[in-house]
């Protein structure tokens, strides 16, 4: 007997038909039939009477029935324990990245995370709930939930190996609201080589290649064959919602 057993004899008892069963249940009528006798083996006991115009329990299927009931509440009630901590996040590529190596709030591993460019989160965040909203947009219309300021301390990024002719290319996300891009053109726009390309990931392999310079975050030296480029950091602010 298993708990699929235990649903498969409520839905019985409540319609009193195993042909309303069988629809109801998606099985065929022999299936739940020989479900039903399994069950009755088991416990030991005859739980329907049947008859030409149905099921009537016995009042054995009458305590079982209400053991059942039970049983089922008590796995759901369980199972949302387990799952109680487990939230659905939208977030962009980048500040993910930042989560996995600094702060450590989201766990990949029992959290669903949706992730999207920072141009697509609020509309994102409008046709979907979410527990938790990380953006570098400041997002208005979430008046239902706690909005935390924070920032990451970004530095001009590049390869320890570089060479001086590639330091005229300055690597930025092709959004548009990128703070990070945002900030690159900027400083950069009109003296040096602006390059596009759509992902954070894609950026940091060129950079890493020695093809030139990124305004990234500096826990990136850490983890990247990267170095300052120049000392000085740029703060870049972003937005968590709760």
């Given amino acids: 007997m298993n708990f699929n057993d235990l649903a498969i004899f409520v839905d019985i008892y409540e319609t ?9 249940l998606g099985y065929a009528q022999s299936n739940l039939t020989a479900r039903l006798k399994k069950l009755e083996l088991d416990m030991e006991t005859r739980l329907f009477i049947r008859r030409y115009n149905g099921l009537t329990p016995t009042k054995n299927g009458d305590q079982f029935y209400l053991f059942a009931k039970e049983a089922i509440q008590n796995l759901t009630a369980i199972k949302q324990t387990f ?23 989201i766990d990949i591993t029992k959290d669903t995370i949706t992730i999207k460019k920072t141009s697509n989160i609020a509309s994102a965040s409008l046709k979907n709930s979410f527990d938790r909203i990380v953006s570098f947009l400041k997002l208005k219309h979430l008046s239902d939930m706690t909005e935390t300021r924070k920032t990451i301390n ?35 726009a009109k003296d040096k080589v602006v390059i596009e390309l759509d992902s954070f990931e894609n950026i940091i ?19 990247k064959k990267l170095e300052k480029w120049e000392g000085t950091s740029r703060p870049i602010t972003y937005y968590s919602y709760e």
Avoid: H, M
């Fill in 16 to 24: 009193g038909s195993l042909n309303q069963s069988a629809i109801q």
């Fill in 83 to 105: 799952n109680a901590d487990k939230k659905t996040i939208l977030i962009s590529e980048l500040l993910l990245n930042d989560d996995i190596n600094n702060l450590q709030t």
């Fill in 154 to 188: 970004a530095y001009y990024l590049a390869s320890p190996a570089i060479d001086d002719a590639k330091c005229a290319y300055f690597f930025v996300n092709r959004d548009e609201t990128c703070p990070f891009r945002q900030q690159t053109l900027a400083e950069f």
């Fill in 205 to 223: 392999t060129c950079i890493e290649a020695g093809q030139g310079i990124a305004l990234l975050p500096g826990y990136l030296t850490k983890t």
